[in-house]
């Protein structure tokens, strides 16, 4: 209930959720695609105040399998302007649902055992939006050999009823950095740059003393003499 007796709810579509929110993408993998040819979907409940996650993937508008993350961690946070919401869950339990074209159990047999695969699954999740995108980044650690790059969410519709006066954002600015290796590249360069400008300064005044000297010779000049 709002503080306000006369506020009204509004539709929250950023991916900084305050309550409870949900969401829907496309799900684009070449790798998934080539075993598991069709139309893929990616439903989230999404719930910021018990930090949990219960997703379910469509194939051909069938339910595939879903999985539940808990112990979640949710961040937005503001890196030279660009802004986003990361979702970090280290635990996590998938099920299977059989008979299905991705876990196998019906007429056509899975060309992988899935099933083998998700159920295990223990974590660590993430998943990262861009606060001015439509696209997510859904990424198992634990699928990495099949999926390196995670699974691309595309064109996200996602909606959450709040007040207005508790849309208050947890906005975390962070400091660009630099690589170790880079520090220690220009550190040296920057050594390199200073020896080479300090011997030509050297050479210089050893050039300007030189041409301040009088010319001298070790050797006396030939005299003739003439005696009777």
Known sequence: MSFLGDEKMVCNKKPE?????????????EALASLFPGTYHLTLDM???NKTLHAQMWLNNTEQFYCEFGNCTLATTD????????????????KCIIPSAMC??????????????????????SMTCPQNSKDCAFYFDGLAGFFPNGLSMIDCDRG???????????LT??????????????AILGALVL?????????????????????????????LEFRN
């Open 104 to 125: 196998g159990g019906g007429a056509i047999p899975s060309p992988i055992p899935l099933k083998d695969v998700l159920e295990p699954l223990q974590g660590p999740f």
């Open 17 to 29: 959720i305050f309550h409870n929110g949900y969401m829907t993408c496309g799900v684009s993998n």
């Open 160 to 170: 959450e009823c709040v007040f207005p006066s508790e849309m208050i954002s947890d």
């Open 47 to 49: 719930n910021a105040v």
């Open 79 to 94: 890196l030279e302007g660009k802004v986003e919401t990361k979702w970090d869950c280290p635990y996590l339990q998938c």
């Open 195 to 223: 020896f080479l400008m300090v011997a030509c300064s050297i050479a210089k005044r050893n050039q300007i003393i030189l041409s301040r000297q009088p010319y001298s010779s070790d050797t006396e000049a030939a005299s």
């Open 173 to 186: 600015e962070l400091k660009s950095t630099m690589a170790v290796g880079v520090i220690v590249g220009l």
